[in-house]
């Protein structure tokens, strides 16, 4: 059971990223997939009952201000999640959660 989860959630990243490759740069795909990482980390919070530490806040706060002054002449496109860079980013979004 564990590994069809497993297996399933790794096709879904990976059919996600791809579509995504359609209307996203990639500079923009490379910078959103490191979301999965911290994904990973969360999932291990949630279902391990492990605690963060202070400097690991620092590294999760260092992220999303990355990601916005990566974005921030773009944050108008990605407003939009229905087209264009907007779209390309939420499918990686969704690939960097499966």
């Given amino acids: 059971m564990i590994l069809g989860v497993a297996l399933s959630a790794l096709l879904g990243n990976y059919l ?4 995504s490759l359609e209307h ?3 500079s923009a795909a490379q910078v959103v997939i490191q979301i ?4 990973l980390v ?3 919070v949630c279902v391990f009952r492990e605690h963060f530490a202070p400097r690991q806040w620092f590294g999760l706060a260092a992220l999303i201000v990355g990601l916005l002054l990566f974005f921030n002449r773009r944050l108008s496109e990605l407003v939009r999640p229905t087209e264009g860079l907007g ?5 990686m979004i969704v690939a960097a959660i499966a």
């Avoid at 996600?16 to 579509?19: P, T, V």
């Avoid at 779209?87 to 499918?91: H, K, N, Q, R």
């Fill in 36 to 39: 999965a990482p911290l994904m």
């Fill in 42 to 44: 969360l999932g291990g």
């Fill in 87 to 91: 779209l390309g980013v939420a499918l």
């Fill in 24 to 26: 996203a740069t990639p």
């Fill in 16 to 19: 996600f990223y791809l579509l």
